[in-house]
């Protein structure tokens, strides 16, 4: 599930810049500690929300499964 929320988040981000996952050139490690965001996805009680920032956007990953890029809807992750 961790992969998956990885590959979600990456492909909220191209999303909202309308391209395709790999034409990003980012390294989300570069912005995001990836175990702070794999002890949220296993912590499966209570509600949360993790936002960081990037060069030109800001992510919010919450629990309910929405990713949001600068406030907007782009993906969910969880799902297939």
């Known amino acids: ?3 998956d929320l990885i590959s979600d ?3 909220a981000i191209a999303h909202s810049k309308d391209m395709e996952p790999e034409e990003l050139d980012i390294v989300l490690q570069d912005h995001i500690d990836p175990d702070a965001l794999e ?3 296993k ?3 209570g ?3 993790l936002q960081f920032a ?3 956007q800001t992510v919010m990953v919450e629990s309910n499964g929405q990713i949001l ?3 907007q809807f782009e993906q969910c ?3 297939d």
């Open 43 to 45: 912590h499966d009680k």
């Open 9 to 11: 988040v990456i492909k």
């Open 77 to 79: 992750w969880g799902s």
């Open 69 to 71: 890029v600068n406030g």
């Open 54 to 56: 990037l060069p030109e």
């Open 1 to 3: 599930m961790y992969n």
């Open 47 to 49: 509600t949360w929300s």
């Open 39 to 41: 002890t949220l996805v």
